[in-house]
C-alpha cells in the first residue's frame, strides 16, 4: 500500500510537470506565430490530450519505470510547423527554450516550498540526501505526504531542466542553439539537427553524459537550498 501511495505521488508529479513542459512549448509557439499545436489541442494543462499523442511516454515508460528503480521518468511532445521554425530559428529558439524554463519555475517553487516549510518547523534537512530524498517531515500526517511530494517535485524538475537543456539533438537545449547564430547557419543548423539518425544518437549521448552531469549538479542545488542549515558530499 506504501508503495503504491508513492508510485502515485510520483505519477501525479511526473504528469504534471510534463504537461506544464510541454504545454509551455505550445504556448510560445502561439505566441510567436504557429498556431499548431494550438489547433492540436495542445496548448493546455489539462494531461489528457498529452497523454494520448505519446500514451507509450506519458504512461507506460513512466510506469515501467518506477516498478523497476523506484522513480519516474518519460515523455510528451507538442507538433509544430517545421517550415515556421526554418523560417524562424530564432523564434523556434525560444519554442525550445519555454519547456525547460518551465521545469526550473517548479523546481525553484518546490525550494521556495521547502524554505518555507523549514522556516515554520514543518520540514528539515535529512541526514542523507538522494535523488527522491531531500527534505524531512518533523510530523507525520498531511505534512509527511507534502514533504515527499516537494521532495519528488524539486527533484524531478531539476532533472527535467537539466536533461532537456543538454545541446544535443533532439533536447531542447540543442532547439536554442540558433538564437546565438545568424539566421542563414541557424537554418543550416536546423537541417542538419533534424536528421532522425541525429535524434537516435544524440538520445544514447544524452544518457550517457547525464550521469556524469546531473549528480553533482543535484548536490550543488541541494547545498544551495539548506545553507548554511546543513551540507552534503
Given at each position: 500500500?506504501?508503495?503504491?501511495?508513492?508510485?502515485?505521488?510520483?505519477?501525479?508529479?511526473?504528469?504534471?510537470s510534463?504537461?506544464?513542459?510541454?504545454?509551455?512549448h505550445?504556448?510560445?509557439?502561439?505566441?510567436?506565430?504557429?498556431?499548431?499545436?494550438?489547433?492540436?489541442?495542445?496548448?493546455?494543462?489539462?494531461?489528457?490530450?498529452?497523454?494520448r499523442?505519446?500514451?507509450?511516454?506519458?504512461?507506460?515508460?513512466?510506469?515501467i519505470?518506477?516498478?523497476?528503480?523506484?522513480?519516474?521518468?518519460g515523455?510528451?511532445?507538442?507538433?509544430?510547423?517545421?517550415h515556421?521554425?526554418y523560417?524562424?530559428?530564432?523564434?523556434?529558439?525560444?519554442?525550445?527554450?519555454?519547456?525547460?524554463?518551465?521545469?526550473?519555475?517548479?523546481a525553484?517553487?518546490?525550494a521556495?516550498?521547502?524554505?518555507?516549510?523549514m522556516?515554520?518547523?514543518?520540514?528539515?534537512?535529512?541526514?542523507?540526501?538522494?535523488?527522491?530524498?531531500?527534505?524531512?517531515?518533523?510530523?507525520?500526517?498531511?505534512?509527511?505526504?507534502?514533504?515527499?511530494?516537494i521532495?519528488i517535485?524539486?527533484s524531478?524538475?531539476l532533472?527535467l531542466?537539466?536533461?532537456?537543456?543538454?545541446?544535443?539533438?533532439?533536447?531542447?537545449?540543442s532547439?536554442?542553439?540558433?538564437?546565438?547564430?545568424?539566421?542563414?547557419r541557424?537554418?543550416?543548423?536546423?537541417?542538419?539537427v533534424?536528421?532522425?539518425?541525429f535524434?537516435f544518437i544524440?538520445?544514447?549521448?544524452?544518457?550517457?553524459?547525464?550521469?556524469?552531469?546531473?549528480?553533482?549538479?543535484?548536490?550543488?542545488?541541494?547545498?544551495l537550498?539548506?545553507?548554511p542549515?546543513a551540507?552534503?558530499?
Amino acid at each position: 500500500m506504501e508503495k503504491l501511495a508513492e508510485g502515485l505521488l510520483w505519477y501525479i508529479a511526473f504528469l504534471f510537470s510534463t504537461t506544464l513542459h510541454e504545454a509551455s512549448h505550445a504556448l510560445a509557439a502561439y505566441k510567436l506565430g504557429d498556431k499548431t499545436a494550438y489547433e492540436g489541442g495542445q496548448l493546455t494543462l489539462d494531461p489528457i490530450p498529452h497523454m494520448r499523442r505519446q500514451p507509450m511516454g506519458t504512461i507506460v515508460v513512466p510506469i515501467i519505470s518506477f516498478l523497476i528503480g523506484g522513480w519516474m521518468i518519460g515523455w510528451a511532445s507538442v507538433p509544430y510547423d517545421p517550415h515556421w521554425a526554418y523560417n524562424h530559428p530564432r523564434s523556434s529558439a525560444k519554442m525550445s527554450a519555454a519547456g525547460p524554463a518551465a521545469n526550473l519555475l517548479l523546481a525553484i517553487l518546490a525550494a521556495l516550498a521547502i524554505r518555507a516549510g523549514m522556516v515554520a518547523g514543518v520540514f528539515s534537512p535529512p541526514d542523507t540526501i538522494d535523488f527522491s530524498h531531500v527534505i524531512d517531515s518533523t510530523s507525520g500526517g498531511v505534512f509527511a505526504t507534502m514533504a515527499a511530494f516537494i521532495n519528488i517535485l524539486f527533484s524531478l524538475n531539476l532533472l527535467l531542466f537539466i536533461f532537456n537543456l543538454l545541446p544535443i539533438p533532439p533536447m531542447d537545449g540543442s532547439g536554442i542553439i540558433p538564437i546565438f547564430l545568424t539566421e542563414e547557419r541557424a537554418q543550416r543548423y536546423l537541417e542538419l539537427v533534424h536528421n532522425p539518425m541525429f535524434s537516435f544518437i544524440g538520445i544514447i549521448l544524452a544518457w550517457n553524459i547525464f550521469d556524469f552531469v546531473y549528480s553533482p549538479l543535484h548536490l550543488a542545488f541541494v547545498n544551495l537550498l539548506f545553507y548554511p542549515y546543513a551540507s552534503y558530499q
